[in-house]
């Protein structure tokens, strides 16, 4: 089967982010053709992302076996025979017409929040997209994906704490631009812990309150921040949010689930936290796969990468025989009961 | 630049991992082919991972160009001019021939460890690589990759808690086979530590003690477990490590080093957590990026991957409208300072 | 000077905990009466704080100089002239009455909340002490003495993070009896988080909503459990409170303030855990007294009751003599650089 | 019965802290007198202790029906006719001879640690002892006190792990003055964990090996800091213990047990962190005793301090009201489900 050829519109941070992510750490796809209305921009972020992993400057052969190309229309992106399917990272203003284009064209697209900036067209995309009978797009509501808010979500479909009666959330960044006014706090920032709510809950929202608290002084845009939203599912369930996007602090993000026979917490850097049962706790992997999965995932990545380039870039033979040697020592303790020296080599006399 | 063909030797529990992980995660390769003494494991392991990931049966294409040849010998898999590199997960004893003939070769290999089962043939390879003038062996000491040992090396190394004296170390597994006996803690488990020892300190190991205290009686095969060593590195620091493969509980590793002016441990779930000048704690993340960057690798290669078979797999064209409807109420309810109802259509109504 | 001598009225489950605590473990005071509908329940307790700690059966004398007598009627107890000082620990609607008799016997009194049951009554009582011109009451709002409240009142009252902004309480219980019913979730346990919020903010709540989700399906009398309320200070900073009666788990109460410059979080078991500057964590105690001094109070005054009865309680002098010989062998050690057997007398020659 | 009247011997650090607790928080005792070389500092803690808790100069009445006399020979304190018990606080070397002179007296006695500076000497304490027929002497081996450490050795006696195979200790100070050479390390740092895995191991330690590794360049006394320690016990079981007394950062006390089935760690804040049957975590409380049992102490001693000097130290009759006037509200709001304001008097218009 073919790599899914990849094009990406809009390459600020996050657009930026998943290109380099398609090229260094996806498998199975390669990125074909960016566009963004900052051409310089997308012209070196091609050009560095056509050189491999890790090289700074060369000349020669790009990553993948063309180079990427720059379109300057988005819409000539989304039509181009080259571009298998789309990743929309554009402004939220001009979703609405190239989501559209996207399913004109009967391209797949993962489009990131928000889907557009109103409701109405929201619901037009919706029902362009059902009128073509197949569905074509993603929103990039990429909480449903991460392990934690993964495992609480599992946790909580389980049963075994019973009904989930409160959720608790809390979503801070460091600190915002000063373009990031008192809407888009909504529309940007708690719209993350409203799909949250929904897919946790499995439950539409019925009602919302944002509340407004004397804001922090230390944002200039007199924007309302910290938010504190409550929303209220259909079901009776409440959901409150505290968003505050001028933390100062750094970025936190936390869900906290209460249910009938206990709660759940993920953010707090140790996976999901439980309590149950006069029980706080977490659950101790089974083998190195859960501790250490991502770092055989990076020494593999990081192999592949060094070997393409024709390096090494990670432990030597000679540290698989230094290590040899004090196990050969180490054995002899346990048998004799008394330290041993190490006998090996000097790396100098080998190495040269 | 070509994607690098990889061979693998060897898919027990650790080779079959790097040939998911090949063929799922990793950027820039792909799984060529496999060998393994059992035949039948290392047919039905080449044949999952041609289907694209997710389909259980399928009878068409396989994943990249072509599917994954399984070959009888390893050192035939070695020879073989369609691979490009090889990982050698096969055990341990039959690393020192697999490994020559990698070099004999000039093939790139990434060898988990022990690089051979005793001092003598470690050297031998050491030096057969030398002779080829040029570094194509990498030892799979996967710890040097982990984020959290990474960060730790790091802040060591910046100087910042002065010079570092005692590392301590826990390695602790749930359970292992009855095969798994006092020597192979030794060489299998402890030789972890002993290539963290070596990383962290930048040192040599000079004498080893290896304490057995009296064993726990949840081993059948009179195995020495736990055993707690202690290595005194060349410059007179200091690292102990408990080993202890039949724990019960699961698997868990940690390492605290204890320097001048503060401490750091890794493998507590925190990443690095350190006490320094009166205070304990970690760092948080500027950005989304270190919170969610795992989040979104999956994302993406989730939806590339349900893409390739024509799907969606992720919150669809509907959960982004619903959350457009929740922040339009969220907006107003923030403007007129009271709860807002969330109107909607009905989703029977719209998707039929 | 003498010791304050103390009177209880209500000898429940708070009441009974006061009574041992002042006879245990404070120090300058003596239980002299207790008062209580119970007859039998009071007869009991008096009997059994009589007796020294940790004697289970004995006929003489009682702790302090005197016996502690059980007083039929509690406003005969406020009026007692052996009785210094009264600790109210009745039901909330029997608190007025015997507030207004100890402020009419110029008796000191510390009443645990409600104050009483309701604003007017409440308020009455403000009045009368006024008129007497000096504070005689003193309500059991204990938070404000717990070390971690302590702690974050301090740091918040510092301005080291700015202005604070919100506060996220959690109050949860096991399980409450069936005569615990929704309105009293707000009187009796939502009350300690308005005392919380109102001292943490220094500030009068100007607006309340209690939001009664979908209830736990786990309480049988239909109370509205849990509850979440909103408070509005009058500076227009907001907390919120989960009062949560039948969580199941346990014991849990939690108060996270979030500021201007970062947040600080108490009842995680670590202190106050505090995020600012791109740093989460706590302070290292400087030295033995914050870690132990608990231990050296629980040490002294086991030793003391212990002594009292003529006995020890807590390590010997064999222990003592141990620990030398094996700190002479350690020595030793130390100075060869080698292990060192430790030399010890048996125990059963010297001690018979 | 009467107070034990209390003698104390040495009011350095650790002799003034005891006395504090004696008069300050202990029920049933008194402190009668003080001894110290350094005449002027037992006055000046004898007489700052007869003064009420919270006053700071006061002519007057004492705290107990005395005032703390001060003796200049400890030995007189001792034979004190008005002397119960003592509490030996004095340099380690003048241990011995106060002890024999407690047992001659016949005086209960609470000795700090070591019991002397010697095997010889403590065996001859130890025979003295026994020679009366009656134990008198306590060693202050406080850590058996600790609730943390009294928790472990509860749960590893329960059995519920297994058999106890190791015991990781950690034990580090900030400094210590430069007269705190490597031998204090061993008898006066180490002598606690050297009494914490006798006890907890309830066995005794057979032979002992103390490395120094390269010491910290942070000590200008040349003593070998941090030490690392192997206690081999009798069983076969092992104790390992890092003293690291010029830490710099604080006081840090750690001891994690690893059992057969599981194991256990104090010391990290968060009371016994267990790991077993694939689960770590540790135990909500029942109820709020466990939780703010410390706080309830402190309220009632400081309302019973402040009492006793006419004051009030706490939440006022006006706390009270403001409480009661929320909480009606609140009940209000949730029967009506809407915000509701808080109706008040002004403080100003009722208290003047």
Known sequence: MQDLRIGIIGVGVMGADHAERVVRRISGARLVAVSDPDLP????????????AG????????????AIRVIGDPLDLIADAQVDAVIIASPGFAHAEQLMACLEHAKPVLCEKPLTMDTESSLRVVEAEHKLGKQLIQVGFMRRFDPEYAALKELLDSGELGRTLLLHNVHRNKTVPDTFRS??????????????????????????????????????????????????MASGAIADVEVFVNFQVGYEVRCEAVAEKGSATIGLGVDVLTKRAGQWGGVVPEDYRARFGTAYDIEVQRWVDATRRGEIDGPSAWDGYAAAAVCTAGIQSLQEGRPVEVEMARKSEVLG
Chains 1, 2, 3, 4 share one sequence.
Not at 55 to 66: L, R, V, Y
Not at 203 to 225: Q, R, S, W
């Open 41 to 52: 921009r997308a012209n070196a972020l091609a050009e560095s992302l056509s050189r491999p």
């Open 183 to 232: 809407e888009m706090i909504v529309r940007d920032s708690l719209v993350h812990e409203v799909d949250v709510a929904r897919w946790l809950f499995d439950d539409e929202i019925a009602k919302i309150t944002v509340h407004a608290p004397k804001p922090t002084g230390l944002v200039a845009n007199g924007a309302l921040d910290p938010q504190f939203a409550i929303l209220e």
């Open 55 to 66: 090289i700074a400057e060369q000349t020669g052969a790009a990553n993948g076996s063309g």
